[in-house]
């Protein structure tokens, strides 16, 4: 099966700091890559899909990037509302693979 | 507005079984694969299966966790997705999310396995 390693698993932030999360694939998943967050207590939420398409109503500090194994997820002028953990998912192979997640924290 | 909506969860003892539903609405259902994911308390998100639109034969796909337990099913005349879950152990115990095309969510149904 494919492991997606994330790194790092948290991060302590400040409003305003850009912040770079990375997934990397135990194989090439070409593309196939899609980025979400999810909020404490809330179900996750689709954020960049293909690896670099910004979903419908996701604002544009967020970007992601990468191809074949190596994948990033940057937000660019934090916001207090994006504390959350952000999982990456592989789609390329079945199984389906998650990776474990970074949780952004307040410093 | 899309709208997924899980129902059937609750508590079960192990080798057990239970079947959970999903009501989807504000989509074509029919052109929509449909998977279900689940979250261990405290723990990451975890996929656990798909099934795909009646042009793909609806293809179905396992975590190898659920592999030969989980079966997914679809109908597409009620818009409702399933997943029939078999000798159930205490590590299914999980919030089980359905999501259509990964693209929209429901707010997740909890199973818990326990004697």
């Known amino acids: 099966n494919t492991v997606m390693t994330q790194s790092p698993t948290s991060m302590f932030i400040s409003v305003g700091d850009r912040v770079t999360m990375n997934c990397k694939a135990s194989?090439?998943?070409?593309?196939?890559v899609d980025w979400y967050q999810q909020k404490t207590g809330q179900s996750p939420k689709l954020l960049i899909y293909g690896a670099s398409n910004r979903y419908t109503g996701v604002p544009d500090r967020f970007t992601g990037s990468g191809s074949g194994t190596d994948f990033t997820l940057t937000i660019s002028n934090m916001q207090a509302e994006d504390l959350a953990v952000y999982y990456c998912l592989q789609y390329n192979y079945n199984p389906f693979t998650f990776g474990s997640g970074t949780k952004l924290e307040i410093k | 507005a899309v709208q997924l909506v899980e129902s059937g969860g609750g508590l079960v003892q192990p080798k057990e079984s239970l079947k959970i539903s999903c009501a989807a609405s504000g989509f074509t259902f029919s052109n929509a694969a449909m998977y279900w994911v689940r979250q261990a308390p405290g723990k990451g998100l975890e996929w656990v299966a798909r099934i795909r639109t009646k042009p793909n034969n609806y293809a179905t796909y396992y975590a190898d966790s659920v592999k030969g337990r989980f079966t997914i099913s679809r109908d597409d005349s009620k818009s409702m997705v399933y997943l029939q879950m078999d000798n159930l152990k205490t590590e299914d115990t999980a919030m089980y999310y359905c999501?259509?095309?990964?693209?929209?969510w429901g707010q997740g149904v909890m199973v818990t396995v326990s004697s």
């Open positions: 999501t259509a095309a990964r693209r929209d």
């Open positions: 194989q090439n998943v070409g593309t196939n």
